[in-house]
């Protein structure tokens, strides 16, 4: 009883230790250029004119011919001394052609989008997408299609795409429907591929098919779905594309819309897909919801949250409940390669504050470490049901992997109201992940404005030490290295982050490179990139200064001839220890062994074949042990006594 007592302190004494205030994030909406009139449904943050700053591509709203925006982030030309932002974004939208259609009057409809390098030349290129409710739309001619980048930023469309093709089989006047295009290259022959996640022509059918869109390098695609296996027709909301099982094969995570449970399809590395959810546990209805309401899966978002070597998944539902019993927005969390890689909800990681709804519209979210401290928080949307108290969750992630809702210590509450999508970005290349979300506005006489733009600077992320990492992919990689894998260790920390592009609901997307928060150290000890590609093969980088971008393209590739994770092993005694602490190591020769201060300090390091540390001279206190090669890294703590 005493220990369930102080782990209940601890709990709820958790929050108060970070000393967060309303300067974390500061709403510059206007001061980066966007007016009364910058609306969105959905976000897309990616560079699409190769200056390595993230530009904002949206869709305004539904059913709507013409209604995407392109925003260039641009140096401000603001003249001092008037205070302004370093970036602005500029409406690009008229010159980036992506309105244009080459045969129909006016311009066409679309309501996904998602940035790809379809033609392997190193720029994003477009494809967009046509979805539909139901079947009392007008457009039907609207088709999904390919558009490619010049390098600038400017589109044109390619002819016989393979997109265009994809209509409903039962109708073919009907283009599928399509909630999303995720990129990924699944058979790693260096051309990114396309999953495209489906909806329906109307509730009561025909539901339309996923499909598996093979990449041919020159922008076109061929449907290789029935090959593939790849034949799930439940309306989704999107998927995403990760190696979900560390074999370096990508998969995918479906997120259905009420009707079905979802797919985890398992990349078999022989150019064919297996579902596997159920015998993995991947389900987005374990539990019903508000009421016994049936949830709806939002999106699926992979990150290795709690820095253990594997991915976990943060199911993002619509219909949650509170009470006890009712299912809502979980973390799956990935029991690794000891649990076969099971999924297991964990409804007791995500602590909200109020105000908040009863009946939960969860509609997107992003993981980002806000304050570089080598945790990953997250923040989740909310809309649709219950104005009054419906707004944007920031949670915290604690030292114990419990996530905590800081946002009326942020001072967002009445901000930032009914939220859908976001985005995270460093658009200033600072070092911290701002983020750019919509803010939706009811009145007395109903639904006025649904899309209002809001920017929030990130001002606290940069305090501690970071590193950004952009890949350009190699021989037998393309271009824009979606689906590598990079892994940053420091101070006795592993963390890992893979590539995407088109993830989670109606393939939203942040930009290719990758933001590691150091915490205080001032290096990262080692950074591996795993490549996708055949055969496998990875780079190693070691003692990279911190509080910098850095690119790596791959020119120096390692065979992937190492000992796996689970080949480590560190044995060590006495412990607690004086004098000399002795070390007994299997690991491969290129690993080493270091003693870090509770501090992050480094107080020893050595080749993985010493056999003795000497701890005399160290003050008594923790200390922690770390065995380090490309292979995986493994932590233990230490106790140093007099």
């Given at each position: 009883m005493r220990t369930a007592i102080i782990s209940l302190f601890l709990?709820?004494?958790t929050p108060l230790l970070y000393g967060q205030d309303s300067t974390w994030f500061r709403i510059i909406t206007t001061d980066v250029g966007f007016g009364q009139d910058t609306k969105a449904l959905r976000?897309?943050?990616?560079?699409?004119?190769?200056?390595?700053?993230?530009?904002i591509a949206v869709v305004r709203g539904t059913y709507k011919r013409g209604d995407m925006r392109v925003y260039m982030n641009e140096a401000n030309q603001t003249v001092p001394p008037a205070p302004a932002p370093p970036r602005r974004f500029v409406d690009f939208t008229a010159a980036s052609g992506v309105n244009a259609h080459p045969t129909l009057d006016t311009t066409k409809k679309v309501e996904s989008i998602s940035f790809g390098d379809a033609d392997n030349d190193g720029d994003l290129d477009l494809i967009n997408g046509v979805w539909m409710y139901n079947d009392n739309i007008p457009f039907r001619e609207d088709r999904c299609e390919v558009l490619l980048n010049d390098g600038h930023g400017v589109f044109s469309h390619v002819a016989d795409d393979g997109l265009e093709s994809l209509t409903d089989p039962t109708d073919s006047q009907w283009a599928i429907s399509s909630s999303g295009a995720s990129w990924l290259d699944y058979d790693l022959d260096g051309i990114l591929d396309v999953y495209v996640a489906a909806y329906w022509r109307t509730p009561n059918g025909p539901y339309h098919a996923d499909r598996l869109m093979k990449g041919n390098g020159d922008g076109t695609f061929t449907d290789v779905s029935s090959q593939a296996r790849v034949t799930t027709a439940y309306p989704m909301q999107g998927a995403s594309c990760v190696d979900w099982n560390n074999d370096r094969w990508t998969d995918v995570l479906t997120s259905p819309y009420c009707r079905s449970n979802g797919s985890l399809l398992r990349n078999e590395g022989n150019g064919t897909f297996r579902d596997i959810a159920p015998m993995v546990g991947y389900n987005a209805r374990t539990l019903q919801g508000d009421n016994g309401q049936n949830l709806c899966q939002w999106g699926a978002y992979p990150y290795d949250y709690d820095n253990d070597g594997d991915m976990d998944v943060l199911q993002v539902m619509v219909h949650g409940?509170?009470?006890?019993?009712e299912g809502r927005t979980v973390i799956s969390v990935n029991?690794?390669?000891?649990?076969?890689y099971r999924l297991v909800q964990n409804l007791n990681l995500l602590h909200r504050s109020n105000p908040q709804s009863t009946h939960l519209g969860n509609m997107d979210a992003q993981w980002l470490d806000m304050n570089n401290d080598m945790l990953a928080d997250v923040v989740i949307t909310e809309c649709e049901y219950i104005d009054a108290t419906d707004r944007p969750y920031f949670y915290l992630q604690s030292a114990e992997h419990q996530f905590f809702d800081i946002t009326p210590e942020l001072n967002l509450i009445g901000k930032i109201r009914s939220a859908h999508s976001l985005e995270a970005l460093d658009y200033d290349r600072d070092g911290d992940y701002d983020l750019v979300m919509n803010s939706n506005h009811f009145s007395a006489q109903g639904n006025t404005d649904r899309a209002d733009i809001v920017f929030l600077e990130n001002t606290i992320g940069n305090k501690n030490n970071w590193i950004g990492i952009q890949l350009t992919g190699p021989s037998g990689v393309n271009r824009a290295a979606i689906g590598a894998r990079v892994i940053v260790?420091?101070?006795?920390?592993?963390?890992?982050?893979e590539v995407h592009a088109g993830r989670g609901h109606f393939s939203g997307q942040q930009p290719l490179e990758l933001l590691f928060g150091l915490g205080g150290n001032a290096q990262a000890d080692s950074i591996i990139v795993l490549w996708p590609r055949?055969?496998?093969?990875?780079?190693?980088l070691t003692d990279v200064p911190a509080n910098q971008y850095i690119d790596i393209d791959g020119s120096v590739l390692a065979a992937d001839d190492l000992a796996s994770a689970e080949d480590l092993a560190l044995d060590f005694f006495p412990n607690p220890v004086?004098?000399?602490?002795?070390?007994?190591?299997?690991?491969p020769q290129d690993a080493r062994v270091a003693l870090y201060s509770p501090l992050g300090q480094r107080v020893y390091d050595g080749p993985a074949s010493s056999q003795w540390i000497d701890v005399g001279s160290l003050r008594p206190g923790m200390y922690f042990l770390r065995l380090q090669s490309a292979a995986g890294i493994l932590v233990r703590k230490v106790c140093v006594v007099r």
């Open positions: 709990l709820l004494c976000f897309n943050a990616m560079d699409l004119n190769g200056d390595h700053y993230p530009d409940g509170l009470d006890a019993g029991q690794g390669a000891a649990g076969d260790h420091a101070g006795g920390v592993r963390q890992m982050r055949q055969p496998f093969a990875h780079t190693l004086r004098g000399r602490l002795r070390l007994q190591i299997a690991a």
